[in-house]
């Protein structure tokens, strides 16, 4: 292996930690939640006021994060902000009062937004663009390993220590690889001596010029793709969150069969991810970046036509008496293609952006995730308070024939994100 190809594993194994603890620790509290009612009988009121505090901050923190990273070292923000998180979990529990802890986890959810960002600036100086999908895909599943063995971390660890000494638990392990991530992690592969022959831009001679926040906001491509991170990641939470409410309450399923509905869903939802990025690297390094278009577009069309037939199937096929196996084969279809679908969209909001505003292109794109994120949550209980769970999913289905619309009449869209052309000589 070239001294290269081990940096490159080094830098993703840290980051992939790193990042695994990053996503655990802002779920920490949810994961805790039945021991916390248990031991310090707090009410529905007090921990919806905590849980709401860090996702609050977690959105403003993830736009100002990717703003930052344009502007300061990546390599050492990351470890900076899971230092903070780590330090401000262990306080939380030091807190005796319902006030102090709202403050203290919304703080939390600042520190929480210098993650993610900090990650795709590393990705793109490390990775070349055949290796940028997969890398950044499988970065990705940190956040579904994170979600699925927490639980299970959590309540062993409550159950035996208390919800306080779990917390504490989460916040130093956190603390000792923020550390290690000061040490390891490294800005670019010229840090450590290491020159590299590729680019993340395989076109003619570059005759931009230097690049601002309004050019960033003026492309148009980057307005496509935020409109996609909003659609997807209202459909991949509207299913998740309320196709396991349709099944029980509208067709009386148990809740484990809902259980088993959500699982499918994240398997797929893993799975369709690195797929998604292996097979739409082959692309790339067949074509290259293009000026029009994107060599993953094939696959982003194949995911969004499945996900519009697994959930019409969904919507209209499955009933009371459906065969379990059947809607576990829906549920997993659904996942990958929503899952892999947003891997990919984060990767052409990376890959297509000048280097220098690349942090910058992908704070917006995420305001769209959060509107998205938003709109699935309140706005289609409220439907399916007035209506039912069914009229719910049946608007979710409306918004993936919306998506695909947009996907073909911006098919041949230039992919430029924050470049100002000038004249060549």
Known sequence: MTRLGTWQIVMFST????????????????????????????????????????????????????????????????PFGLLGVGLLV??????????MMVVVWFVQ?????????????????????????????LLSTSMNIAGGAGPVVAALLSSSYGWRTALQASGL?????????????KE????????????????????????SVIDVVRTPFLWVLIMY???????????????????????NYSPTTGGVFVSAFQIGAVIGSIVAGYVTDKQVNKQGLRDAGSARFPFLLVTILALLFSLHCFNSLV???????????????????????????????????????????????????????????????????????????????????LHLLIMLSTWNISTAIGKRRIKSE
């Not at 262990?90 to 006030?99: E, G, I, M, P, R």
């Not at 392990?173 to 992690?185: G, K």
């Not at 997993?332 to 297509?352: D, K, P, R, T, Y």
Request: hydrophobic fraction near 45%; proline fraction near 4%; charge should be neutral.
């Open 319 to 401: 009933s009371s008496e459906s065969n379990l196996l059947f809607i576990c084969v829906l549920s997993f279809i659904m996942g990958f293609c929503a899952f892999g679908h947003q891997s990919l969209n984060g990767v052409l909001v990376i890959e297509h952006s000048t280097p220098v505003m690349s942090g910058t292109a992908h704070a917006f794109f995420s305001l769209g995730g959060g509107v998205g994120a938003v709109l699935a949550g309140y706005p289609l209980s409220i439907v399916a308070k007035h209506f039912n769970w069914y009229t719910s999913l049946i608007i979710v289905e409306g918004a993936v024939i």
């Open 173 to 185: 392990v956190a603390i000792v690889v923020s550390f290690l991530s000061f040490v390891i992690l």
């Open 15 to 78: 980051m992939f930690v790193g990042y695994t603890l990053y996503y655990y620790n802002r779920k920490s509290f949810s994961f805790i939640m039945p021991y916390v009612i248990e031991e310090d009988n707090f009410d529905k009121p007090t921990l919806g006021a905590i849980t709401s505090s860090i996702y609050m901050s977690y959105t403003l923190s993830k736009f100002a994060g990717g703003i930052m990273s344009d502007k300061v070292n990546a390599s050492r923000m990351f």
């Open 109 to 137: 959810g600042l520190f929480q937004g210098m993650g993610w960002p900090a990650c795709g600036k590393l990705l793109k100086k490390w990775f070349p663009p055949s290796k940028l999908g997969i890398y950044w895909s």
């Open 90 to 99: 262990v306080a939380f529990t030091l807190c005796t009062s319902l006030k």
């Open 229 to 251: 991170c909003l659609l997807n990641i209202f459909m991949a939470n509207a299913i998740s969150d309320w196709g396991q409410l349709y099944l029980i309450q509208e067709l």
């Open 188 to 211: 670019s592969p010229s840090e450590v001596g290491i020159e590299t022959a590729f680019t993340h831009h395989k076109k003619k001679k570059d005759t931009s010029e230097p690049t």
